[in-house]
């Protein structure tokens, strides 16, 4: 009996790695050229036969964790975005030619994360990023020469409009000189990776539990998001699909509003109605201070004000969007009603998560180019304590890893919780 089963286990783990390197042969195979410029409805998205999912893969399978090994074959089958998120000059440009060259010779179009901007993350879990502007600009030039007139889509600086250096702890920039930096930095790094001929360029603009519309909408406007592609919403983060959606729609035709609107209108991002918009809230009677709450129940008083104040410009004429749909198939996490005087840290490795919607650029909403995996799924968000004073992560029981380290339990996890369910990407 104890040699069928073993039998039987090998067949399975042989028939799995037999269809992981079918599926990595057929990755690194010509397919039809992909149309130039942005992200099109023919754009498909490269895939790494490499990645962390694929190793765990193979771990898994031979050392007898079926379930666990398929799902990892699944998730490997998916694009995702690779984080460059530091090094030299040189560096930069070697590792992301090495990436782009990789995926020309599949006829398919990488998605990079530009991270290292200086001052990243407010110091915390993912600090890091250059030294100075000066510094950072060599960097961004030469990750733009890696590119050079080869299709790419680079997702710029997560988080570092909706954290400004005007927003971190300890008041760091009393003059707001750091602030005015980091937004010129970001402005010369759109220009420069624009100059690739087929770059194709988001800068990040947080999630829809961050940043009120009027507020974020300015920040991408100082930051140079008219020479961009658009912008990107929930790197790393769980809000639902639908929501983010909704609130990205918003952005866009604030955008349109402060800039193309009225004449009265222009400048004036900070009129802009938002998530937190509700006309029964008391306020200054200036419609985007109005404050109620982030309840989606709340929002259609939002889409009236757009609906009023905006109406329904054409596609083409609104600033487009991408949403990272990695980790938000079970939506945020909630945990129970006083189990943490603190902050519970819910964007911090949350328990019980699982992969949203699978990479594609037929997302069915007009202004929304793609869904993508852009945080890598497995990767860890940090040593979460929950504010409990101590090292150890109350949810896991564990010391969780350091930010961007893999977690195989983590992608395991999100694997078996994703909905839809996981299935092969053919």
Known sequence: ?????????????????????????TAAQAAPAPARGTVTPATKFYVDPNSKAARQAIEDLRGGKIEDGLNMVKLASYPQAAWFTGGTPTEARTGVRKLVRAAAVTRRVPVLVAYDIPGRDCSLYSSGGADSSAAYRRWIDAFAQGIGSDQAVVILEPDSLAALPKDCAGDIDPTGELTTRRTEDLDYAVRALKSGANTTVYLDAGNSQWRSVGDITQRLLDAGVEESDGFVLNISNYQPTDQTSRYGTWISKCLWFATEGPEWSRGHADWCAGQF???????DGTPGNAVSSTDPSTWHWTD??????????????????????????????????????????????????????????????????????????GESDGSCTRNTGGTIDPEYGVVDPAAGVWWPGQAHELARNAEPRLTLNH
């Open 277 to 283: 918009y509700s006309p029964a809230a008391p306020n």
């Open 1 to 25: 009996m104890r040699s069928l089963t073993f039998r039987r286990r090998t067949a399975v783990v042989t028939a799995a790695l037999t269809a992981f390197a079918a599926f990595a042969a």
């Open 304 to 377: 009236t004000w757009y609906d009023q104040n905006v109406g329904s410009p054409a596609d083409e004429d609104l600033a487009h969007f991408t949403i990272d749909t990695s980790r938000n198939g079970k939506g945020p996490w909630t945990p129970q009603p006083g189990k943490y005087s603190g902050d519970p840290e819910t964007w911090c490795n949350p328990p019980g998560r699982g992969m949203g919607p699978r990479p594609t650029v037929d997302t069915g909403v007009p202004l929304v180019d793609a869904y993508l995996y852009v945080k890598t799924i």
